[in-house]
């Protein structure tokens, strides 16, 4: 038998995760967040890396997307991105930033979110 379960999560009612992501959609083995990040903002220091991929997409704003191996990718409205799962990254905010990033499996399941070392 299929799941045939559907879920609702507006975005003005959804959790928020210690980070400021606002916790949208989650099934079993996908879920969806959405950033809302001020200039300057940079809640993580340093590199991190996580136990799931990442694909965003930026609804308005820049950022920078920095990886360990010196790479840089600007991020601008329209613009999508993949962060493969264990790959050390960080963010700079360069104009206010409003993403929607889906992860696989669920970043917000069994601490997933936590930063973990590679």
Excluded at 15 to 32: D, N
Excluded at 102 to 115: G, L
Aim: hydrophobic share 30%; proline share 4%.
């Amino acid at each position: 038998m299929c799941d045939t379960s559907i879920i609702k999560v507006s975005s003005k009612t959804a959790p928020v995760g210690e980070l400021g992501q606002k916790y949208l959609a989650c099934g079993k083995s996908l879920s969806m967040r959405m950033w809302d990040e001020e200039k300057g903002d940079n809640k993580e220091k340093g590199l991190t890396a996580r136990d799931y991929e990442t694909v965003g997409y930026v609804i308005s704003g820049k950022a920078e997307l920095h990886f360990e191996n010196d790479q840089k990718v600007l991020l601008s409205q329209g613009d999508s991105w993949i962060v493969p799962k264990g790959s050390k990254h960080t963010y700079k905010i360069i104009e206010n930033f409003t993403a929607v990033e889906a992860t696989h499996p669920p970043a917000e399941i069994k601490n997933r979110d936590a930063p973990t070392t590679h």
